[in-house]
Every structure is written in structure tokens, then in C-alpha cells.
């Protein structure tokens, strides 16, 4: 199905899942508003605008920089996108921190950080989507699978993603009778750089042996089912998709 015409915002869109999803749906004709956390992202979204702008020379492509852990941010970053684009129809949420620590060792700040980024920007990006999305629209948030697994150390991470799952539930009820689909997606251990820093070599090769093909999740993974959800699977909503090759699987 083509999404010719149609406007996606993807939040954290310059690098790593957000960019391969920028790429999936630019191939089937959207025109995407793509959000980037800090200076550090700026290379990497000026590389990802030149290779979408040769290849897809007819589609409309912005940039946008912003922390989103405050709702005025995220209120700016809407009003900015329909500034530029007129309307919004897709919105992707990819923005995500982890940590893994033993609960002992987690500070207050620490835990004020991981909340305000999964579960406070995660809140705010579906209160404004809900508000600027075109009816019979998407809105589409990255969860994690570890809401399924419960894998030690990581408990700041996934309960800051817990909630995200809730979300999901009450604001698809909400967006109904507009045709909104809302949904979340909760993948596999992804393999990025977002998550080898706190993983020593051991706790990689066991996340790998519990997928399928002893691999880790790959963004090419998933940026198709956010496609999917796009565009055919236009019957799904309210739902959480664990997406990760078997690896929640008991």
C-alpha cells in the first residue's frame, strides 16, 4: 500500500532504528519530518538526508533537533513539523535510554533521567500525536521485549518502559473512533550501539542464544513491521508486537 502524500514523524530519525525506518517508509512514498536528540546526531542526519534526497528525489524531507524530556518540547516539535509539512499521519516514537544496573547502584538521577526519556517523552509524543494526527492515521512506540523476559539488572529500563505498553492500550481506545491505530512495538535485544556499552562479551553471546539463528535483532527487523503497521495492517491496534525472534519465548 502506498503512503504517497502522507507525512510520518519519527523521533530519534537520523540514526540507527529511526533512520531504517525513515528508509522504509520513504520507499513506499511518505514524506518524513525526522527528529534528532543532540549535536552529536547532526553528522549523522546530514548523511542519512543526502542518501534519502538522491534516492527519493520528489519526497519532502525535514530535520529536526530537540530534547524531548519536557512537554513543551514535544509541543514545539509538532507545531514545527506542521509548520513545514502541513499535517502529520505517521507518528514513530524511537527516542529510548537504557541502563542496566543492580537496583542498589541506581541513583535518584539516574532514575529521574530514564524515566523522563522512556515514559515522560513516550507520554507526551502520544498526547500530541493524539491531537495532530490526521484521522485514519498511526502512531507507532518502541517498547522492549524485556517486558517479557525479566532479565536481571535491567529493572530502571524496563519498568520506564512498562508504562508505554498502558499507553498504547488507553489511547488507542481514545483514538478509535477517529481510525487512529496506536501501537507498540517491543523488539529483541537490538543490535546497535545503543546496546553494547553495559553488556559485557558473556551477556551478548546469551542474548544472541536466545533468538532465532543465535542473532541479535536487527534494525531490518523491524523498520518492516513499522511499515506493515503503516500501511496493510490497518486491522491492528491497541497492541504490544513482540518482535524478536523467539527470544521472550519460555
Known amino acids: 500500500m502506498s503512503l504517497n502524500g502522507k507525512v510520518a514523524l519519527i523521533t ?55 530534547d524531548l524530556t519536557t512537554a513543551g518540547a514535544v509541543t514545539q516539535l509538532f507545531q514545527d513539523v506542521k509548520r513545514d509539512f502541513g499535517q502529520i499521519d505517521i507518528v514513530v516514537n524511537t527516542v529510548g ?29 502520544l498526547k500530541e500525536a493524539a491531537t495532530h494526527v490526521t484521522d485514519g492515521g498511526n502512531i507507532i512506540t518502541i517498547a522492549t521485549s524485556l517486558l517479557g523476559a525479566f532479565t536481571g539488572h535491567y529493572t530502571s529500563y524496563a519498568g520506564s518502559k512498562a508504562p508505554v505498553e498502558h499507553f498504547t492500550r488507553g489511547v488507542s481506545k481514545e483514538l478509535q473512533p477517529r481510525g487512529i491505530r496506536v501501537n507498540s512495538i517491543a523488539p529483541g535485544p537490538m543490535d546497535t550501539p545503543f546496546f553494547y556499552p553495559q553488556e559485557s562479551p558473556e551477556a551478548v553471546e546469551f542474548h544472541r542464544s536466545n533468538a532465532l539463528g543465535s542473532r541479535l535483532t536487527k534494525t531490518e527487523d523491524i523498520a518492516p513491521i513499522i511499515k506493515f503497521l503503516c500501511s496493510e495492517g490497518g486491522w491492528i491496534t491497541g497492541q504490544t508486537l513482540f518482535a524478536n525472534g523467539g527470544y521472550t519465548t519460555r
Open 12 to 66: 530519534g530519525g537520523a540514526k540507527n532504528l529511526g533512520a531504517q525506518t525513515a528508509r522504509d517508509l520513504a520507499s513506499v512514498g511518505a514524506n518524513l519530518a525526522l527528529h534528532y536528540h543532540s549535536e552529536g546526531s547532526k553528522k549523522d542526519a546530514s548523511t542519512l538526508e543526502a542518501e534519502l534526497r538522491q534516492k527519493y528525489p520528489s519526497l519532502k524531507v525535514g530535520f529536526y533537533q530537540g
Open 97 to 125: 535510554k537504557v541502563l542496566k544496573k543492580p537496583i542498589t547502584d541506581i541513583t535518584e538521577e539516574e532514575y529521574d533521567s530514564m524515566f523522563a526519556i522512556n515514559t515522560k517523552s513516550a507520554f507526551f509524543v
